[in-house]
């Protein structure tokens, strides 16, 4: 693989990664405080671009908060595709950038139809769940930017069964469905009890493919660290959803305490992360072990920067 390494882009695609996470934690903010639709109009607020701190008192400052993150996502992202169309000579990751922009826009009307439509038809679900598929987009840029992507790897030879590969995939896929069931619970569309049925599905998933990993490439430093990481990021995540739970009950009659806002928001945002993590592993797996039938050999570097 030979390609030109541009140390300015992967910053600012990680920068885009951190802003999308920042992004995260103001949605989780808005709603752990109950304040979705404290705003009633959209794309404005209150009619204008620039609401006064009187129009924001209460739930509208979060909501407001959300929706200027949100703008700065959809104009950092138009600004990394631009540059990746400009300077990568990547053909398909040209694309994948537009896709990326493309897939903020939507997730910008999916939020718009959530005030419009009141929080009917599951469209605060499905807002919440496709932010997940943004943040995915906007995570591979950055990896594929990389100089650790773009430079050739030693290949390791993968003799179980099924392929890393797989079990990468399946694990994201198990993580994604949990994400849906969190957001189907937070947003009261389902009961808890498919949510907790999740988690244990989650653990199931990633001890299998943690286990794979240790077994078929102990000796791989990167998918080592990979593996690592995921078992200490579920296990925090775990207990929080519990905490999170509980503080949710205590906080029936009250309303949102600032115990369930810390452990709801923190929650939210670390399932979001050990869902880029799972995606993260999955590359990881596709540029170091070969498919099927391949060779696997190492190579010479052949990465340039500018």
């Known amino acids: 693989m030979t390609t030109t390494y541009n140390p300015g882009i992967h910053r600012f695609a990680k920068f885009v990664v951190a802003w999308t996470v920042l992004l995260f934690i103001a949605g989780a903010l808005v709603t752990s405080n109950n304040a979705a639709l404290s705003v009633p109009d959209w794309p404005k607020s209150f009619g204008t671009w620039f609401p006064s701190?009187?129009?924001?008192?209460?739930?509208?400052?979060?909501?407001h908060s959300h929706r200027v993150i949100a703008g700065g996502l959809g104009i950092f992202t138009l600004v990394l595709?631009?540059?990746?169309?400009?300077?990568?000579?990547?053909?398909?990751?040209?694309?994948?950038?537009?896709?990326?922009?493309?897939?903020?826009?939507?997730?910008?009307?999916?939020?718009?139809?959530?005030?419009?439509?009141?929080?009917?038809?599951?469209?605060?679900?499905?807002?919440?769940?496709?932010?997940?598929?943004?943040?995915?987009?906007?995570?591979?840029?950055?990896?594929?930017?990389?100089?650790?992507?773009?430079?050739?790897?030693?290949?390791?030879?993968?003799?179980?069964?099924?392929?890393?590969?797989?079990?990468?995939?399946?694990?994201?896929?198990?993580?994604?469905?949990q994400v849906v069931l969190g957001a189907g619970f937070r947003h009261s569309e389902i009961p808890v009890w498919p949510?907790?049925?999740?988690?244990?599905?989650?653990?199931?998933?990633?001890?299998?493919?943690?286990?794979?990993?240790?077994?078929?490439?102990?000796?791989?430093?990167?998918?080592?660290?990979?593996?690592?990481?995921?078992?200490?990021?579920?296990?925090?995540?775990?207990?929080?959803?519990?905490?999170?739970?509980?503080?949710?009950?205590?906080?029936?009659?009250?309303?949102?305490?600032?115990?369930?806002?810390?452990?709801?928001?923190t929650h939210t945002v670390v399932g979001a992360l050990l869902f880029a993590l799972s995606i993260l592993i999955a590359l990881i797996c596709f540029r170091l072990v070969p498919r099927r039938g391949e060779m696997a050999a190492p190579a010479p570097n052949q990465v340039t920067a500018q």
Not at 53 to 63: T, V
Not at 102 to 121: F, I
Not at 199 to 207: P, Q, R, Y
Not at 237 to 244: H, M, T
Request: proline share 2%; glycine share 8%; aromatic share 12%.
């Open 195 to 265: 949510h907790i049925v999740g988690a244990f599905a989650v653990m199931a998933s990633v001890t299998w493919t943690a286990v794979a990993l240790r077994k078929r490439f102990g000796t791989s430093a990167e998918l080592s660290r990979a593996r690592a990481l995921l078992h200490a990021m579920f296990g925090v995540q775990f207990v929080l959803g519990f905490g999170a739970y509980w503080a949710r009950l205590a906080s029936e009659k009250v309303g949102p305490t600032s115990l369930t806002v810390i452990m709801t928001v």
């Open 53 to 63: 701190l009187r129009q924001l008192a209460g739930g509208a400052f979060f909501e």
């Open 81 to 177: 595709a631009i540059l990746i169309w400009r300077k990568d000579e990547r053909r398909w990751l040209r694309w994948f950038g537009v896709i990326a922009v493309a897939g903020v826009a939507v997730q910008a009307v999916l939020g718009g139809e959530v005030v419009r439509q009141l929080l009917q038809y599951w469209l605060p679900v499905i807002h919440a769940c496709f932010a997940q598929v943004v943040f995915a987009a906007v995570l591979g840029i950055a990896v594929f930017t990389s100089e650790w992507w773009i430079s050739e790897r030693p290949q390791l030879a993968d003799r179980g069964t099924p392929s890393m590969q797989t079990l990468a995939m399946v694990n994201v896929v198990v993580i994604f469905c």
